[in-house]
């Protein structure tokens, strides 16, 4: 059976994540696919056998919180897989309570923009080889709700929050993909790679997993068939497999009609998606010297 091509996943053991490499495996992709815990990505790589069994399946193991592990991953797939046809940046977190990384970072900026942003630029040689490869980011209309963003600051704020404050920083993270997807897009022109994010509505596949009732409120809302993570694993699988995706890039697309949605400011402010890359380069290279040449 011929091979469509080589995806990459991340946050690949559950939700939009795992139903998206089970869709893809279907449509006879490779997937290499990122996890923290073997247990997890055991269980994972059972699903996607028992609705794909001639999936072709290869598992990375890391912390994507930590910048250290991020870049290791990355060169232990670009070592492995020379040629990647489509990087999908999924994993995220909606922490409600503060955390901060053992590199002095934020968590859910470490592990909701930093981590595709780096995994991202590890993985440009194998997606040039590709001739014609997408990255697709997992953005979110939270977004709309983020605050006010100051750069470079809020890259390394780790003020205090609560559970409700939670949410505009959550908020802001999803701003921050959707900004580096169009820079990421304007950057990368000609190479063959395309750059989009998209929004995959309200999923209630791992809804809010660290409130003490968030399995008793996803069983409610699953009875009452809303939030149907389908939809949002179908957008997805649009901006990787259709065609009518394959030239364009820069853009931020929505569940459902697969229509480009306008950013909220300062979403779409070229000046601040230029300084955002800018800080972040900058930061990620002070901030773990061993990131140096990535």
Known sequence: MSRKGTVVI?????????????????????????ARSRARAEAAKARIMEAAPSANIEFFYGDLSLMKDVARIGNDIATSVPQIDVLLNNAGIHAFTPRVTKE???????????????????????????????????ASEA????????LPDDLTDTTPFTSRGSSLIYGKTKLL????????????????????????????????RELRFAGVLERILKTLRIGDPRRGTDIIVKLIVEPEYQNLSGGYFNVGTGKAITPVPPGGDIAMQKRLWECTDELLKESVPSLHGY
């Open 143 to 150: 977004s709309r709700r983020h605050g006010v963003l100051k």
């Open 177 to 208: 993909n959707i900004m580096f997807t169009a820079e990421l897009a304007r950057r990368w022109a000609g190479t063959g790679i395309t750059a989009n994010a998209l929004n995959p509505g309200f999923n209630v596949t791992g809804l809010g």
């Open 10 to 34: 991340t946050g690949a053991t559950s939700g939009l994540g795992l139903l998206s490499a089970i869709e893809l495996g279907k449509r006879n992709f490779n997937l290499i696919l990122t």
């Open 104 to 138: 002095r970072f934020p968590e859910m900026i470490a592990v909701n923009y930093l981590a595709p942003w780096l995994l991202t630029h590890m993985l440009r040689p194998s997606l040039l080889n590709a001739g014609h490869a997408r990255v697709v980011n997992v």
